[in-house]
């Protein structure tokens, strides 16, 4: 049990299709985040909430949807993927967002959805 | 903007020896966190060690410890004794004091040989 859970695992779709990841945190945390992990290059990062409410979106494209209905269940939907949107989606959370106590608030990482587009 | 910098893409070491991977970092910022992930092949990023910079006391968790030079913005970590489940990519971060970015290196594959 990893505290943080993505469903699917693994997610082909083609770029006209639609469809949805799923994170769902154990672990109590305020905070949750989406994470794109690319071949040889960094993580980035995508979107932020705090308590249900976004707090950061980094300028990821509008074909990506995120969506908090609770602390505990973060969701990315997918529509008219491109290609080059292939990658690992990770979802992590943390039991708040950045401040003094963020060094005692590391995050929680969930396993990833590698996603190929099609 | 901050940067995190990891010149070692790949690296290998043989059972119960030590070893270093490199990082670097570029900030404006007096006070920061700094953090080593691992990423083994199950995918789950699990953190490893971390740092505050205003503690100038190297940060040590059992085999993993770190070399905080922060004037040089260096972030370096060490593994001794190196065990086969060691085996994964690394991931230096940075995240600034207030701010809700975690800004991470392109990683080091690390490899673990018997």
């Known amino acids: 049990e990893t505290g943080v859970t993505q469903t699917p695992r693994h997610l082909v779709m083609g770029m006209t299709n639609k469809k949805s990841l799923k994170c769902e945190q154990h672990?109590?945390?305020?905070?949750m985040y989406w994470y794109k992990q690319s071949a040889k290059k960094p993580l980035e990062l995508m979107f932020v909430?705090?308590?249900?409410?976004?707090?950061e979106n980094n300028s990821v494209p509008s074909r990506f949807s995120p969506e908090c209905p609770n602390s505990s269940h973060l969701f990315l939907h997918l529509h008219t993927l491109q290609p080059e949107d292939s990658a690992l989606y990770l979802c992590?959370?943390?039991?708040?967002?950045?401040?003094?106590?963020?060094?005692?608030?590391?995050?929680?990482f969930g396993n990833g959805t590698r996603l190929t587009v099609t | 903007a901050q940067t995190v910098t990891q010149s070692q893409p790949e690296m290998s070491v043989q059972e119960a020896e030590t070893v270093t991977l490199s990082c670097t970092y570029d900030?404006?910022?007096?006070?920061?966190?700094l953090f080593w992930y691992k990423q083994p092949p199950s995918r789950q990023m699990i953190l490893v060690i971390r740092?505050?910079?205003?503690?100038?006391q190297n940060a040590t968790e059992n085999r993993f410890s770190v070399n905080f030079q922060k004037a040089a913005k260096s972030f370096s970590l060490k593994i001794s004794d190196s065990q086969l489940g060691d085996t994964a990519m690394y991931f230096c971060?940075?995240?600034?004091?207030?701010?809700?970015?975690?800004?991470f290196g392109a990683g080091t594959i690390l490899r673990v040989k018997s």
């Open positions: 992590a959370s943390s039991q708040d967002l950045a401040g003094p106590s963020s060094y005692n608030s590391p995050l929680h």
């Open positions: 672990l109590g945390h305020n905070a």
């Open positions: 909430y705090s308590l249900e409410e976004r707090v």
């Open positions: 900030t404006s910022e007096n006070n920061y966190y």
């Open positions: 740092q505050e910079a205003y503690k100038q």
């Open positions: 971060a940075f995240r600034p004091q207030y701010g809700n970015k975690l800004v």
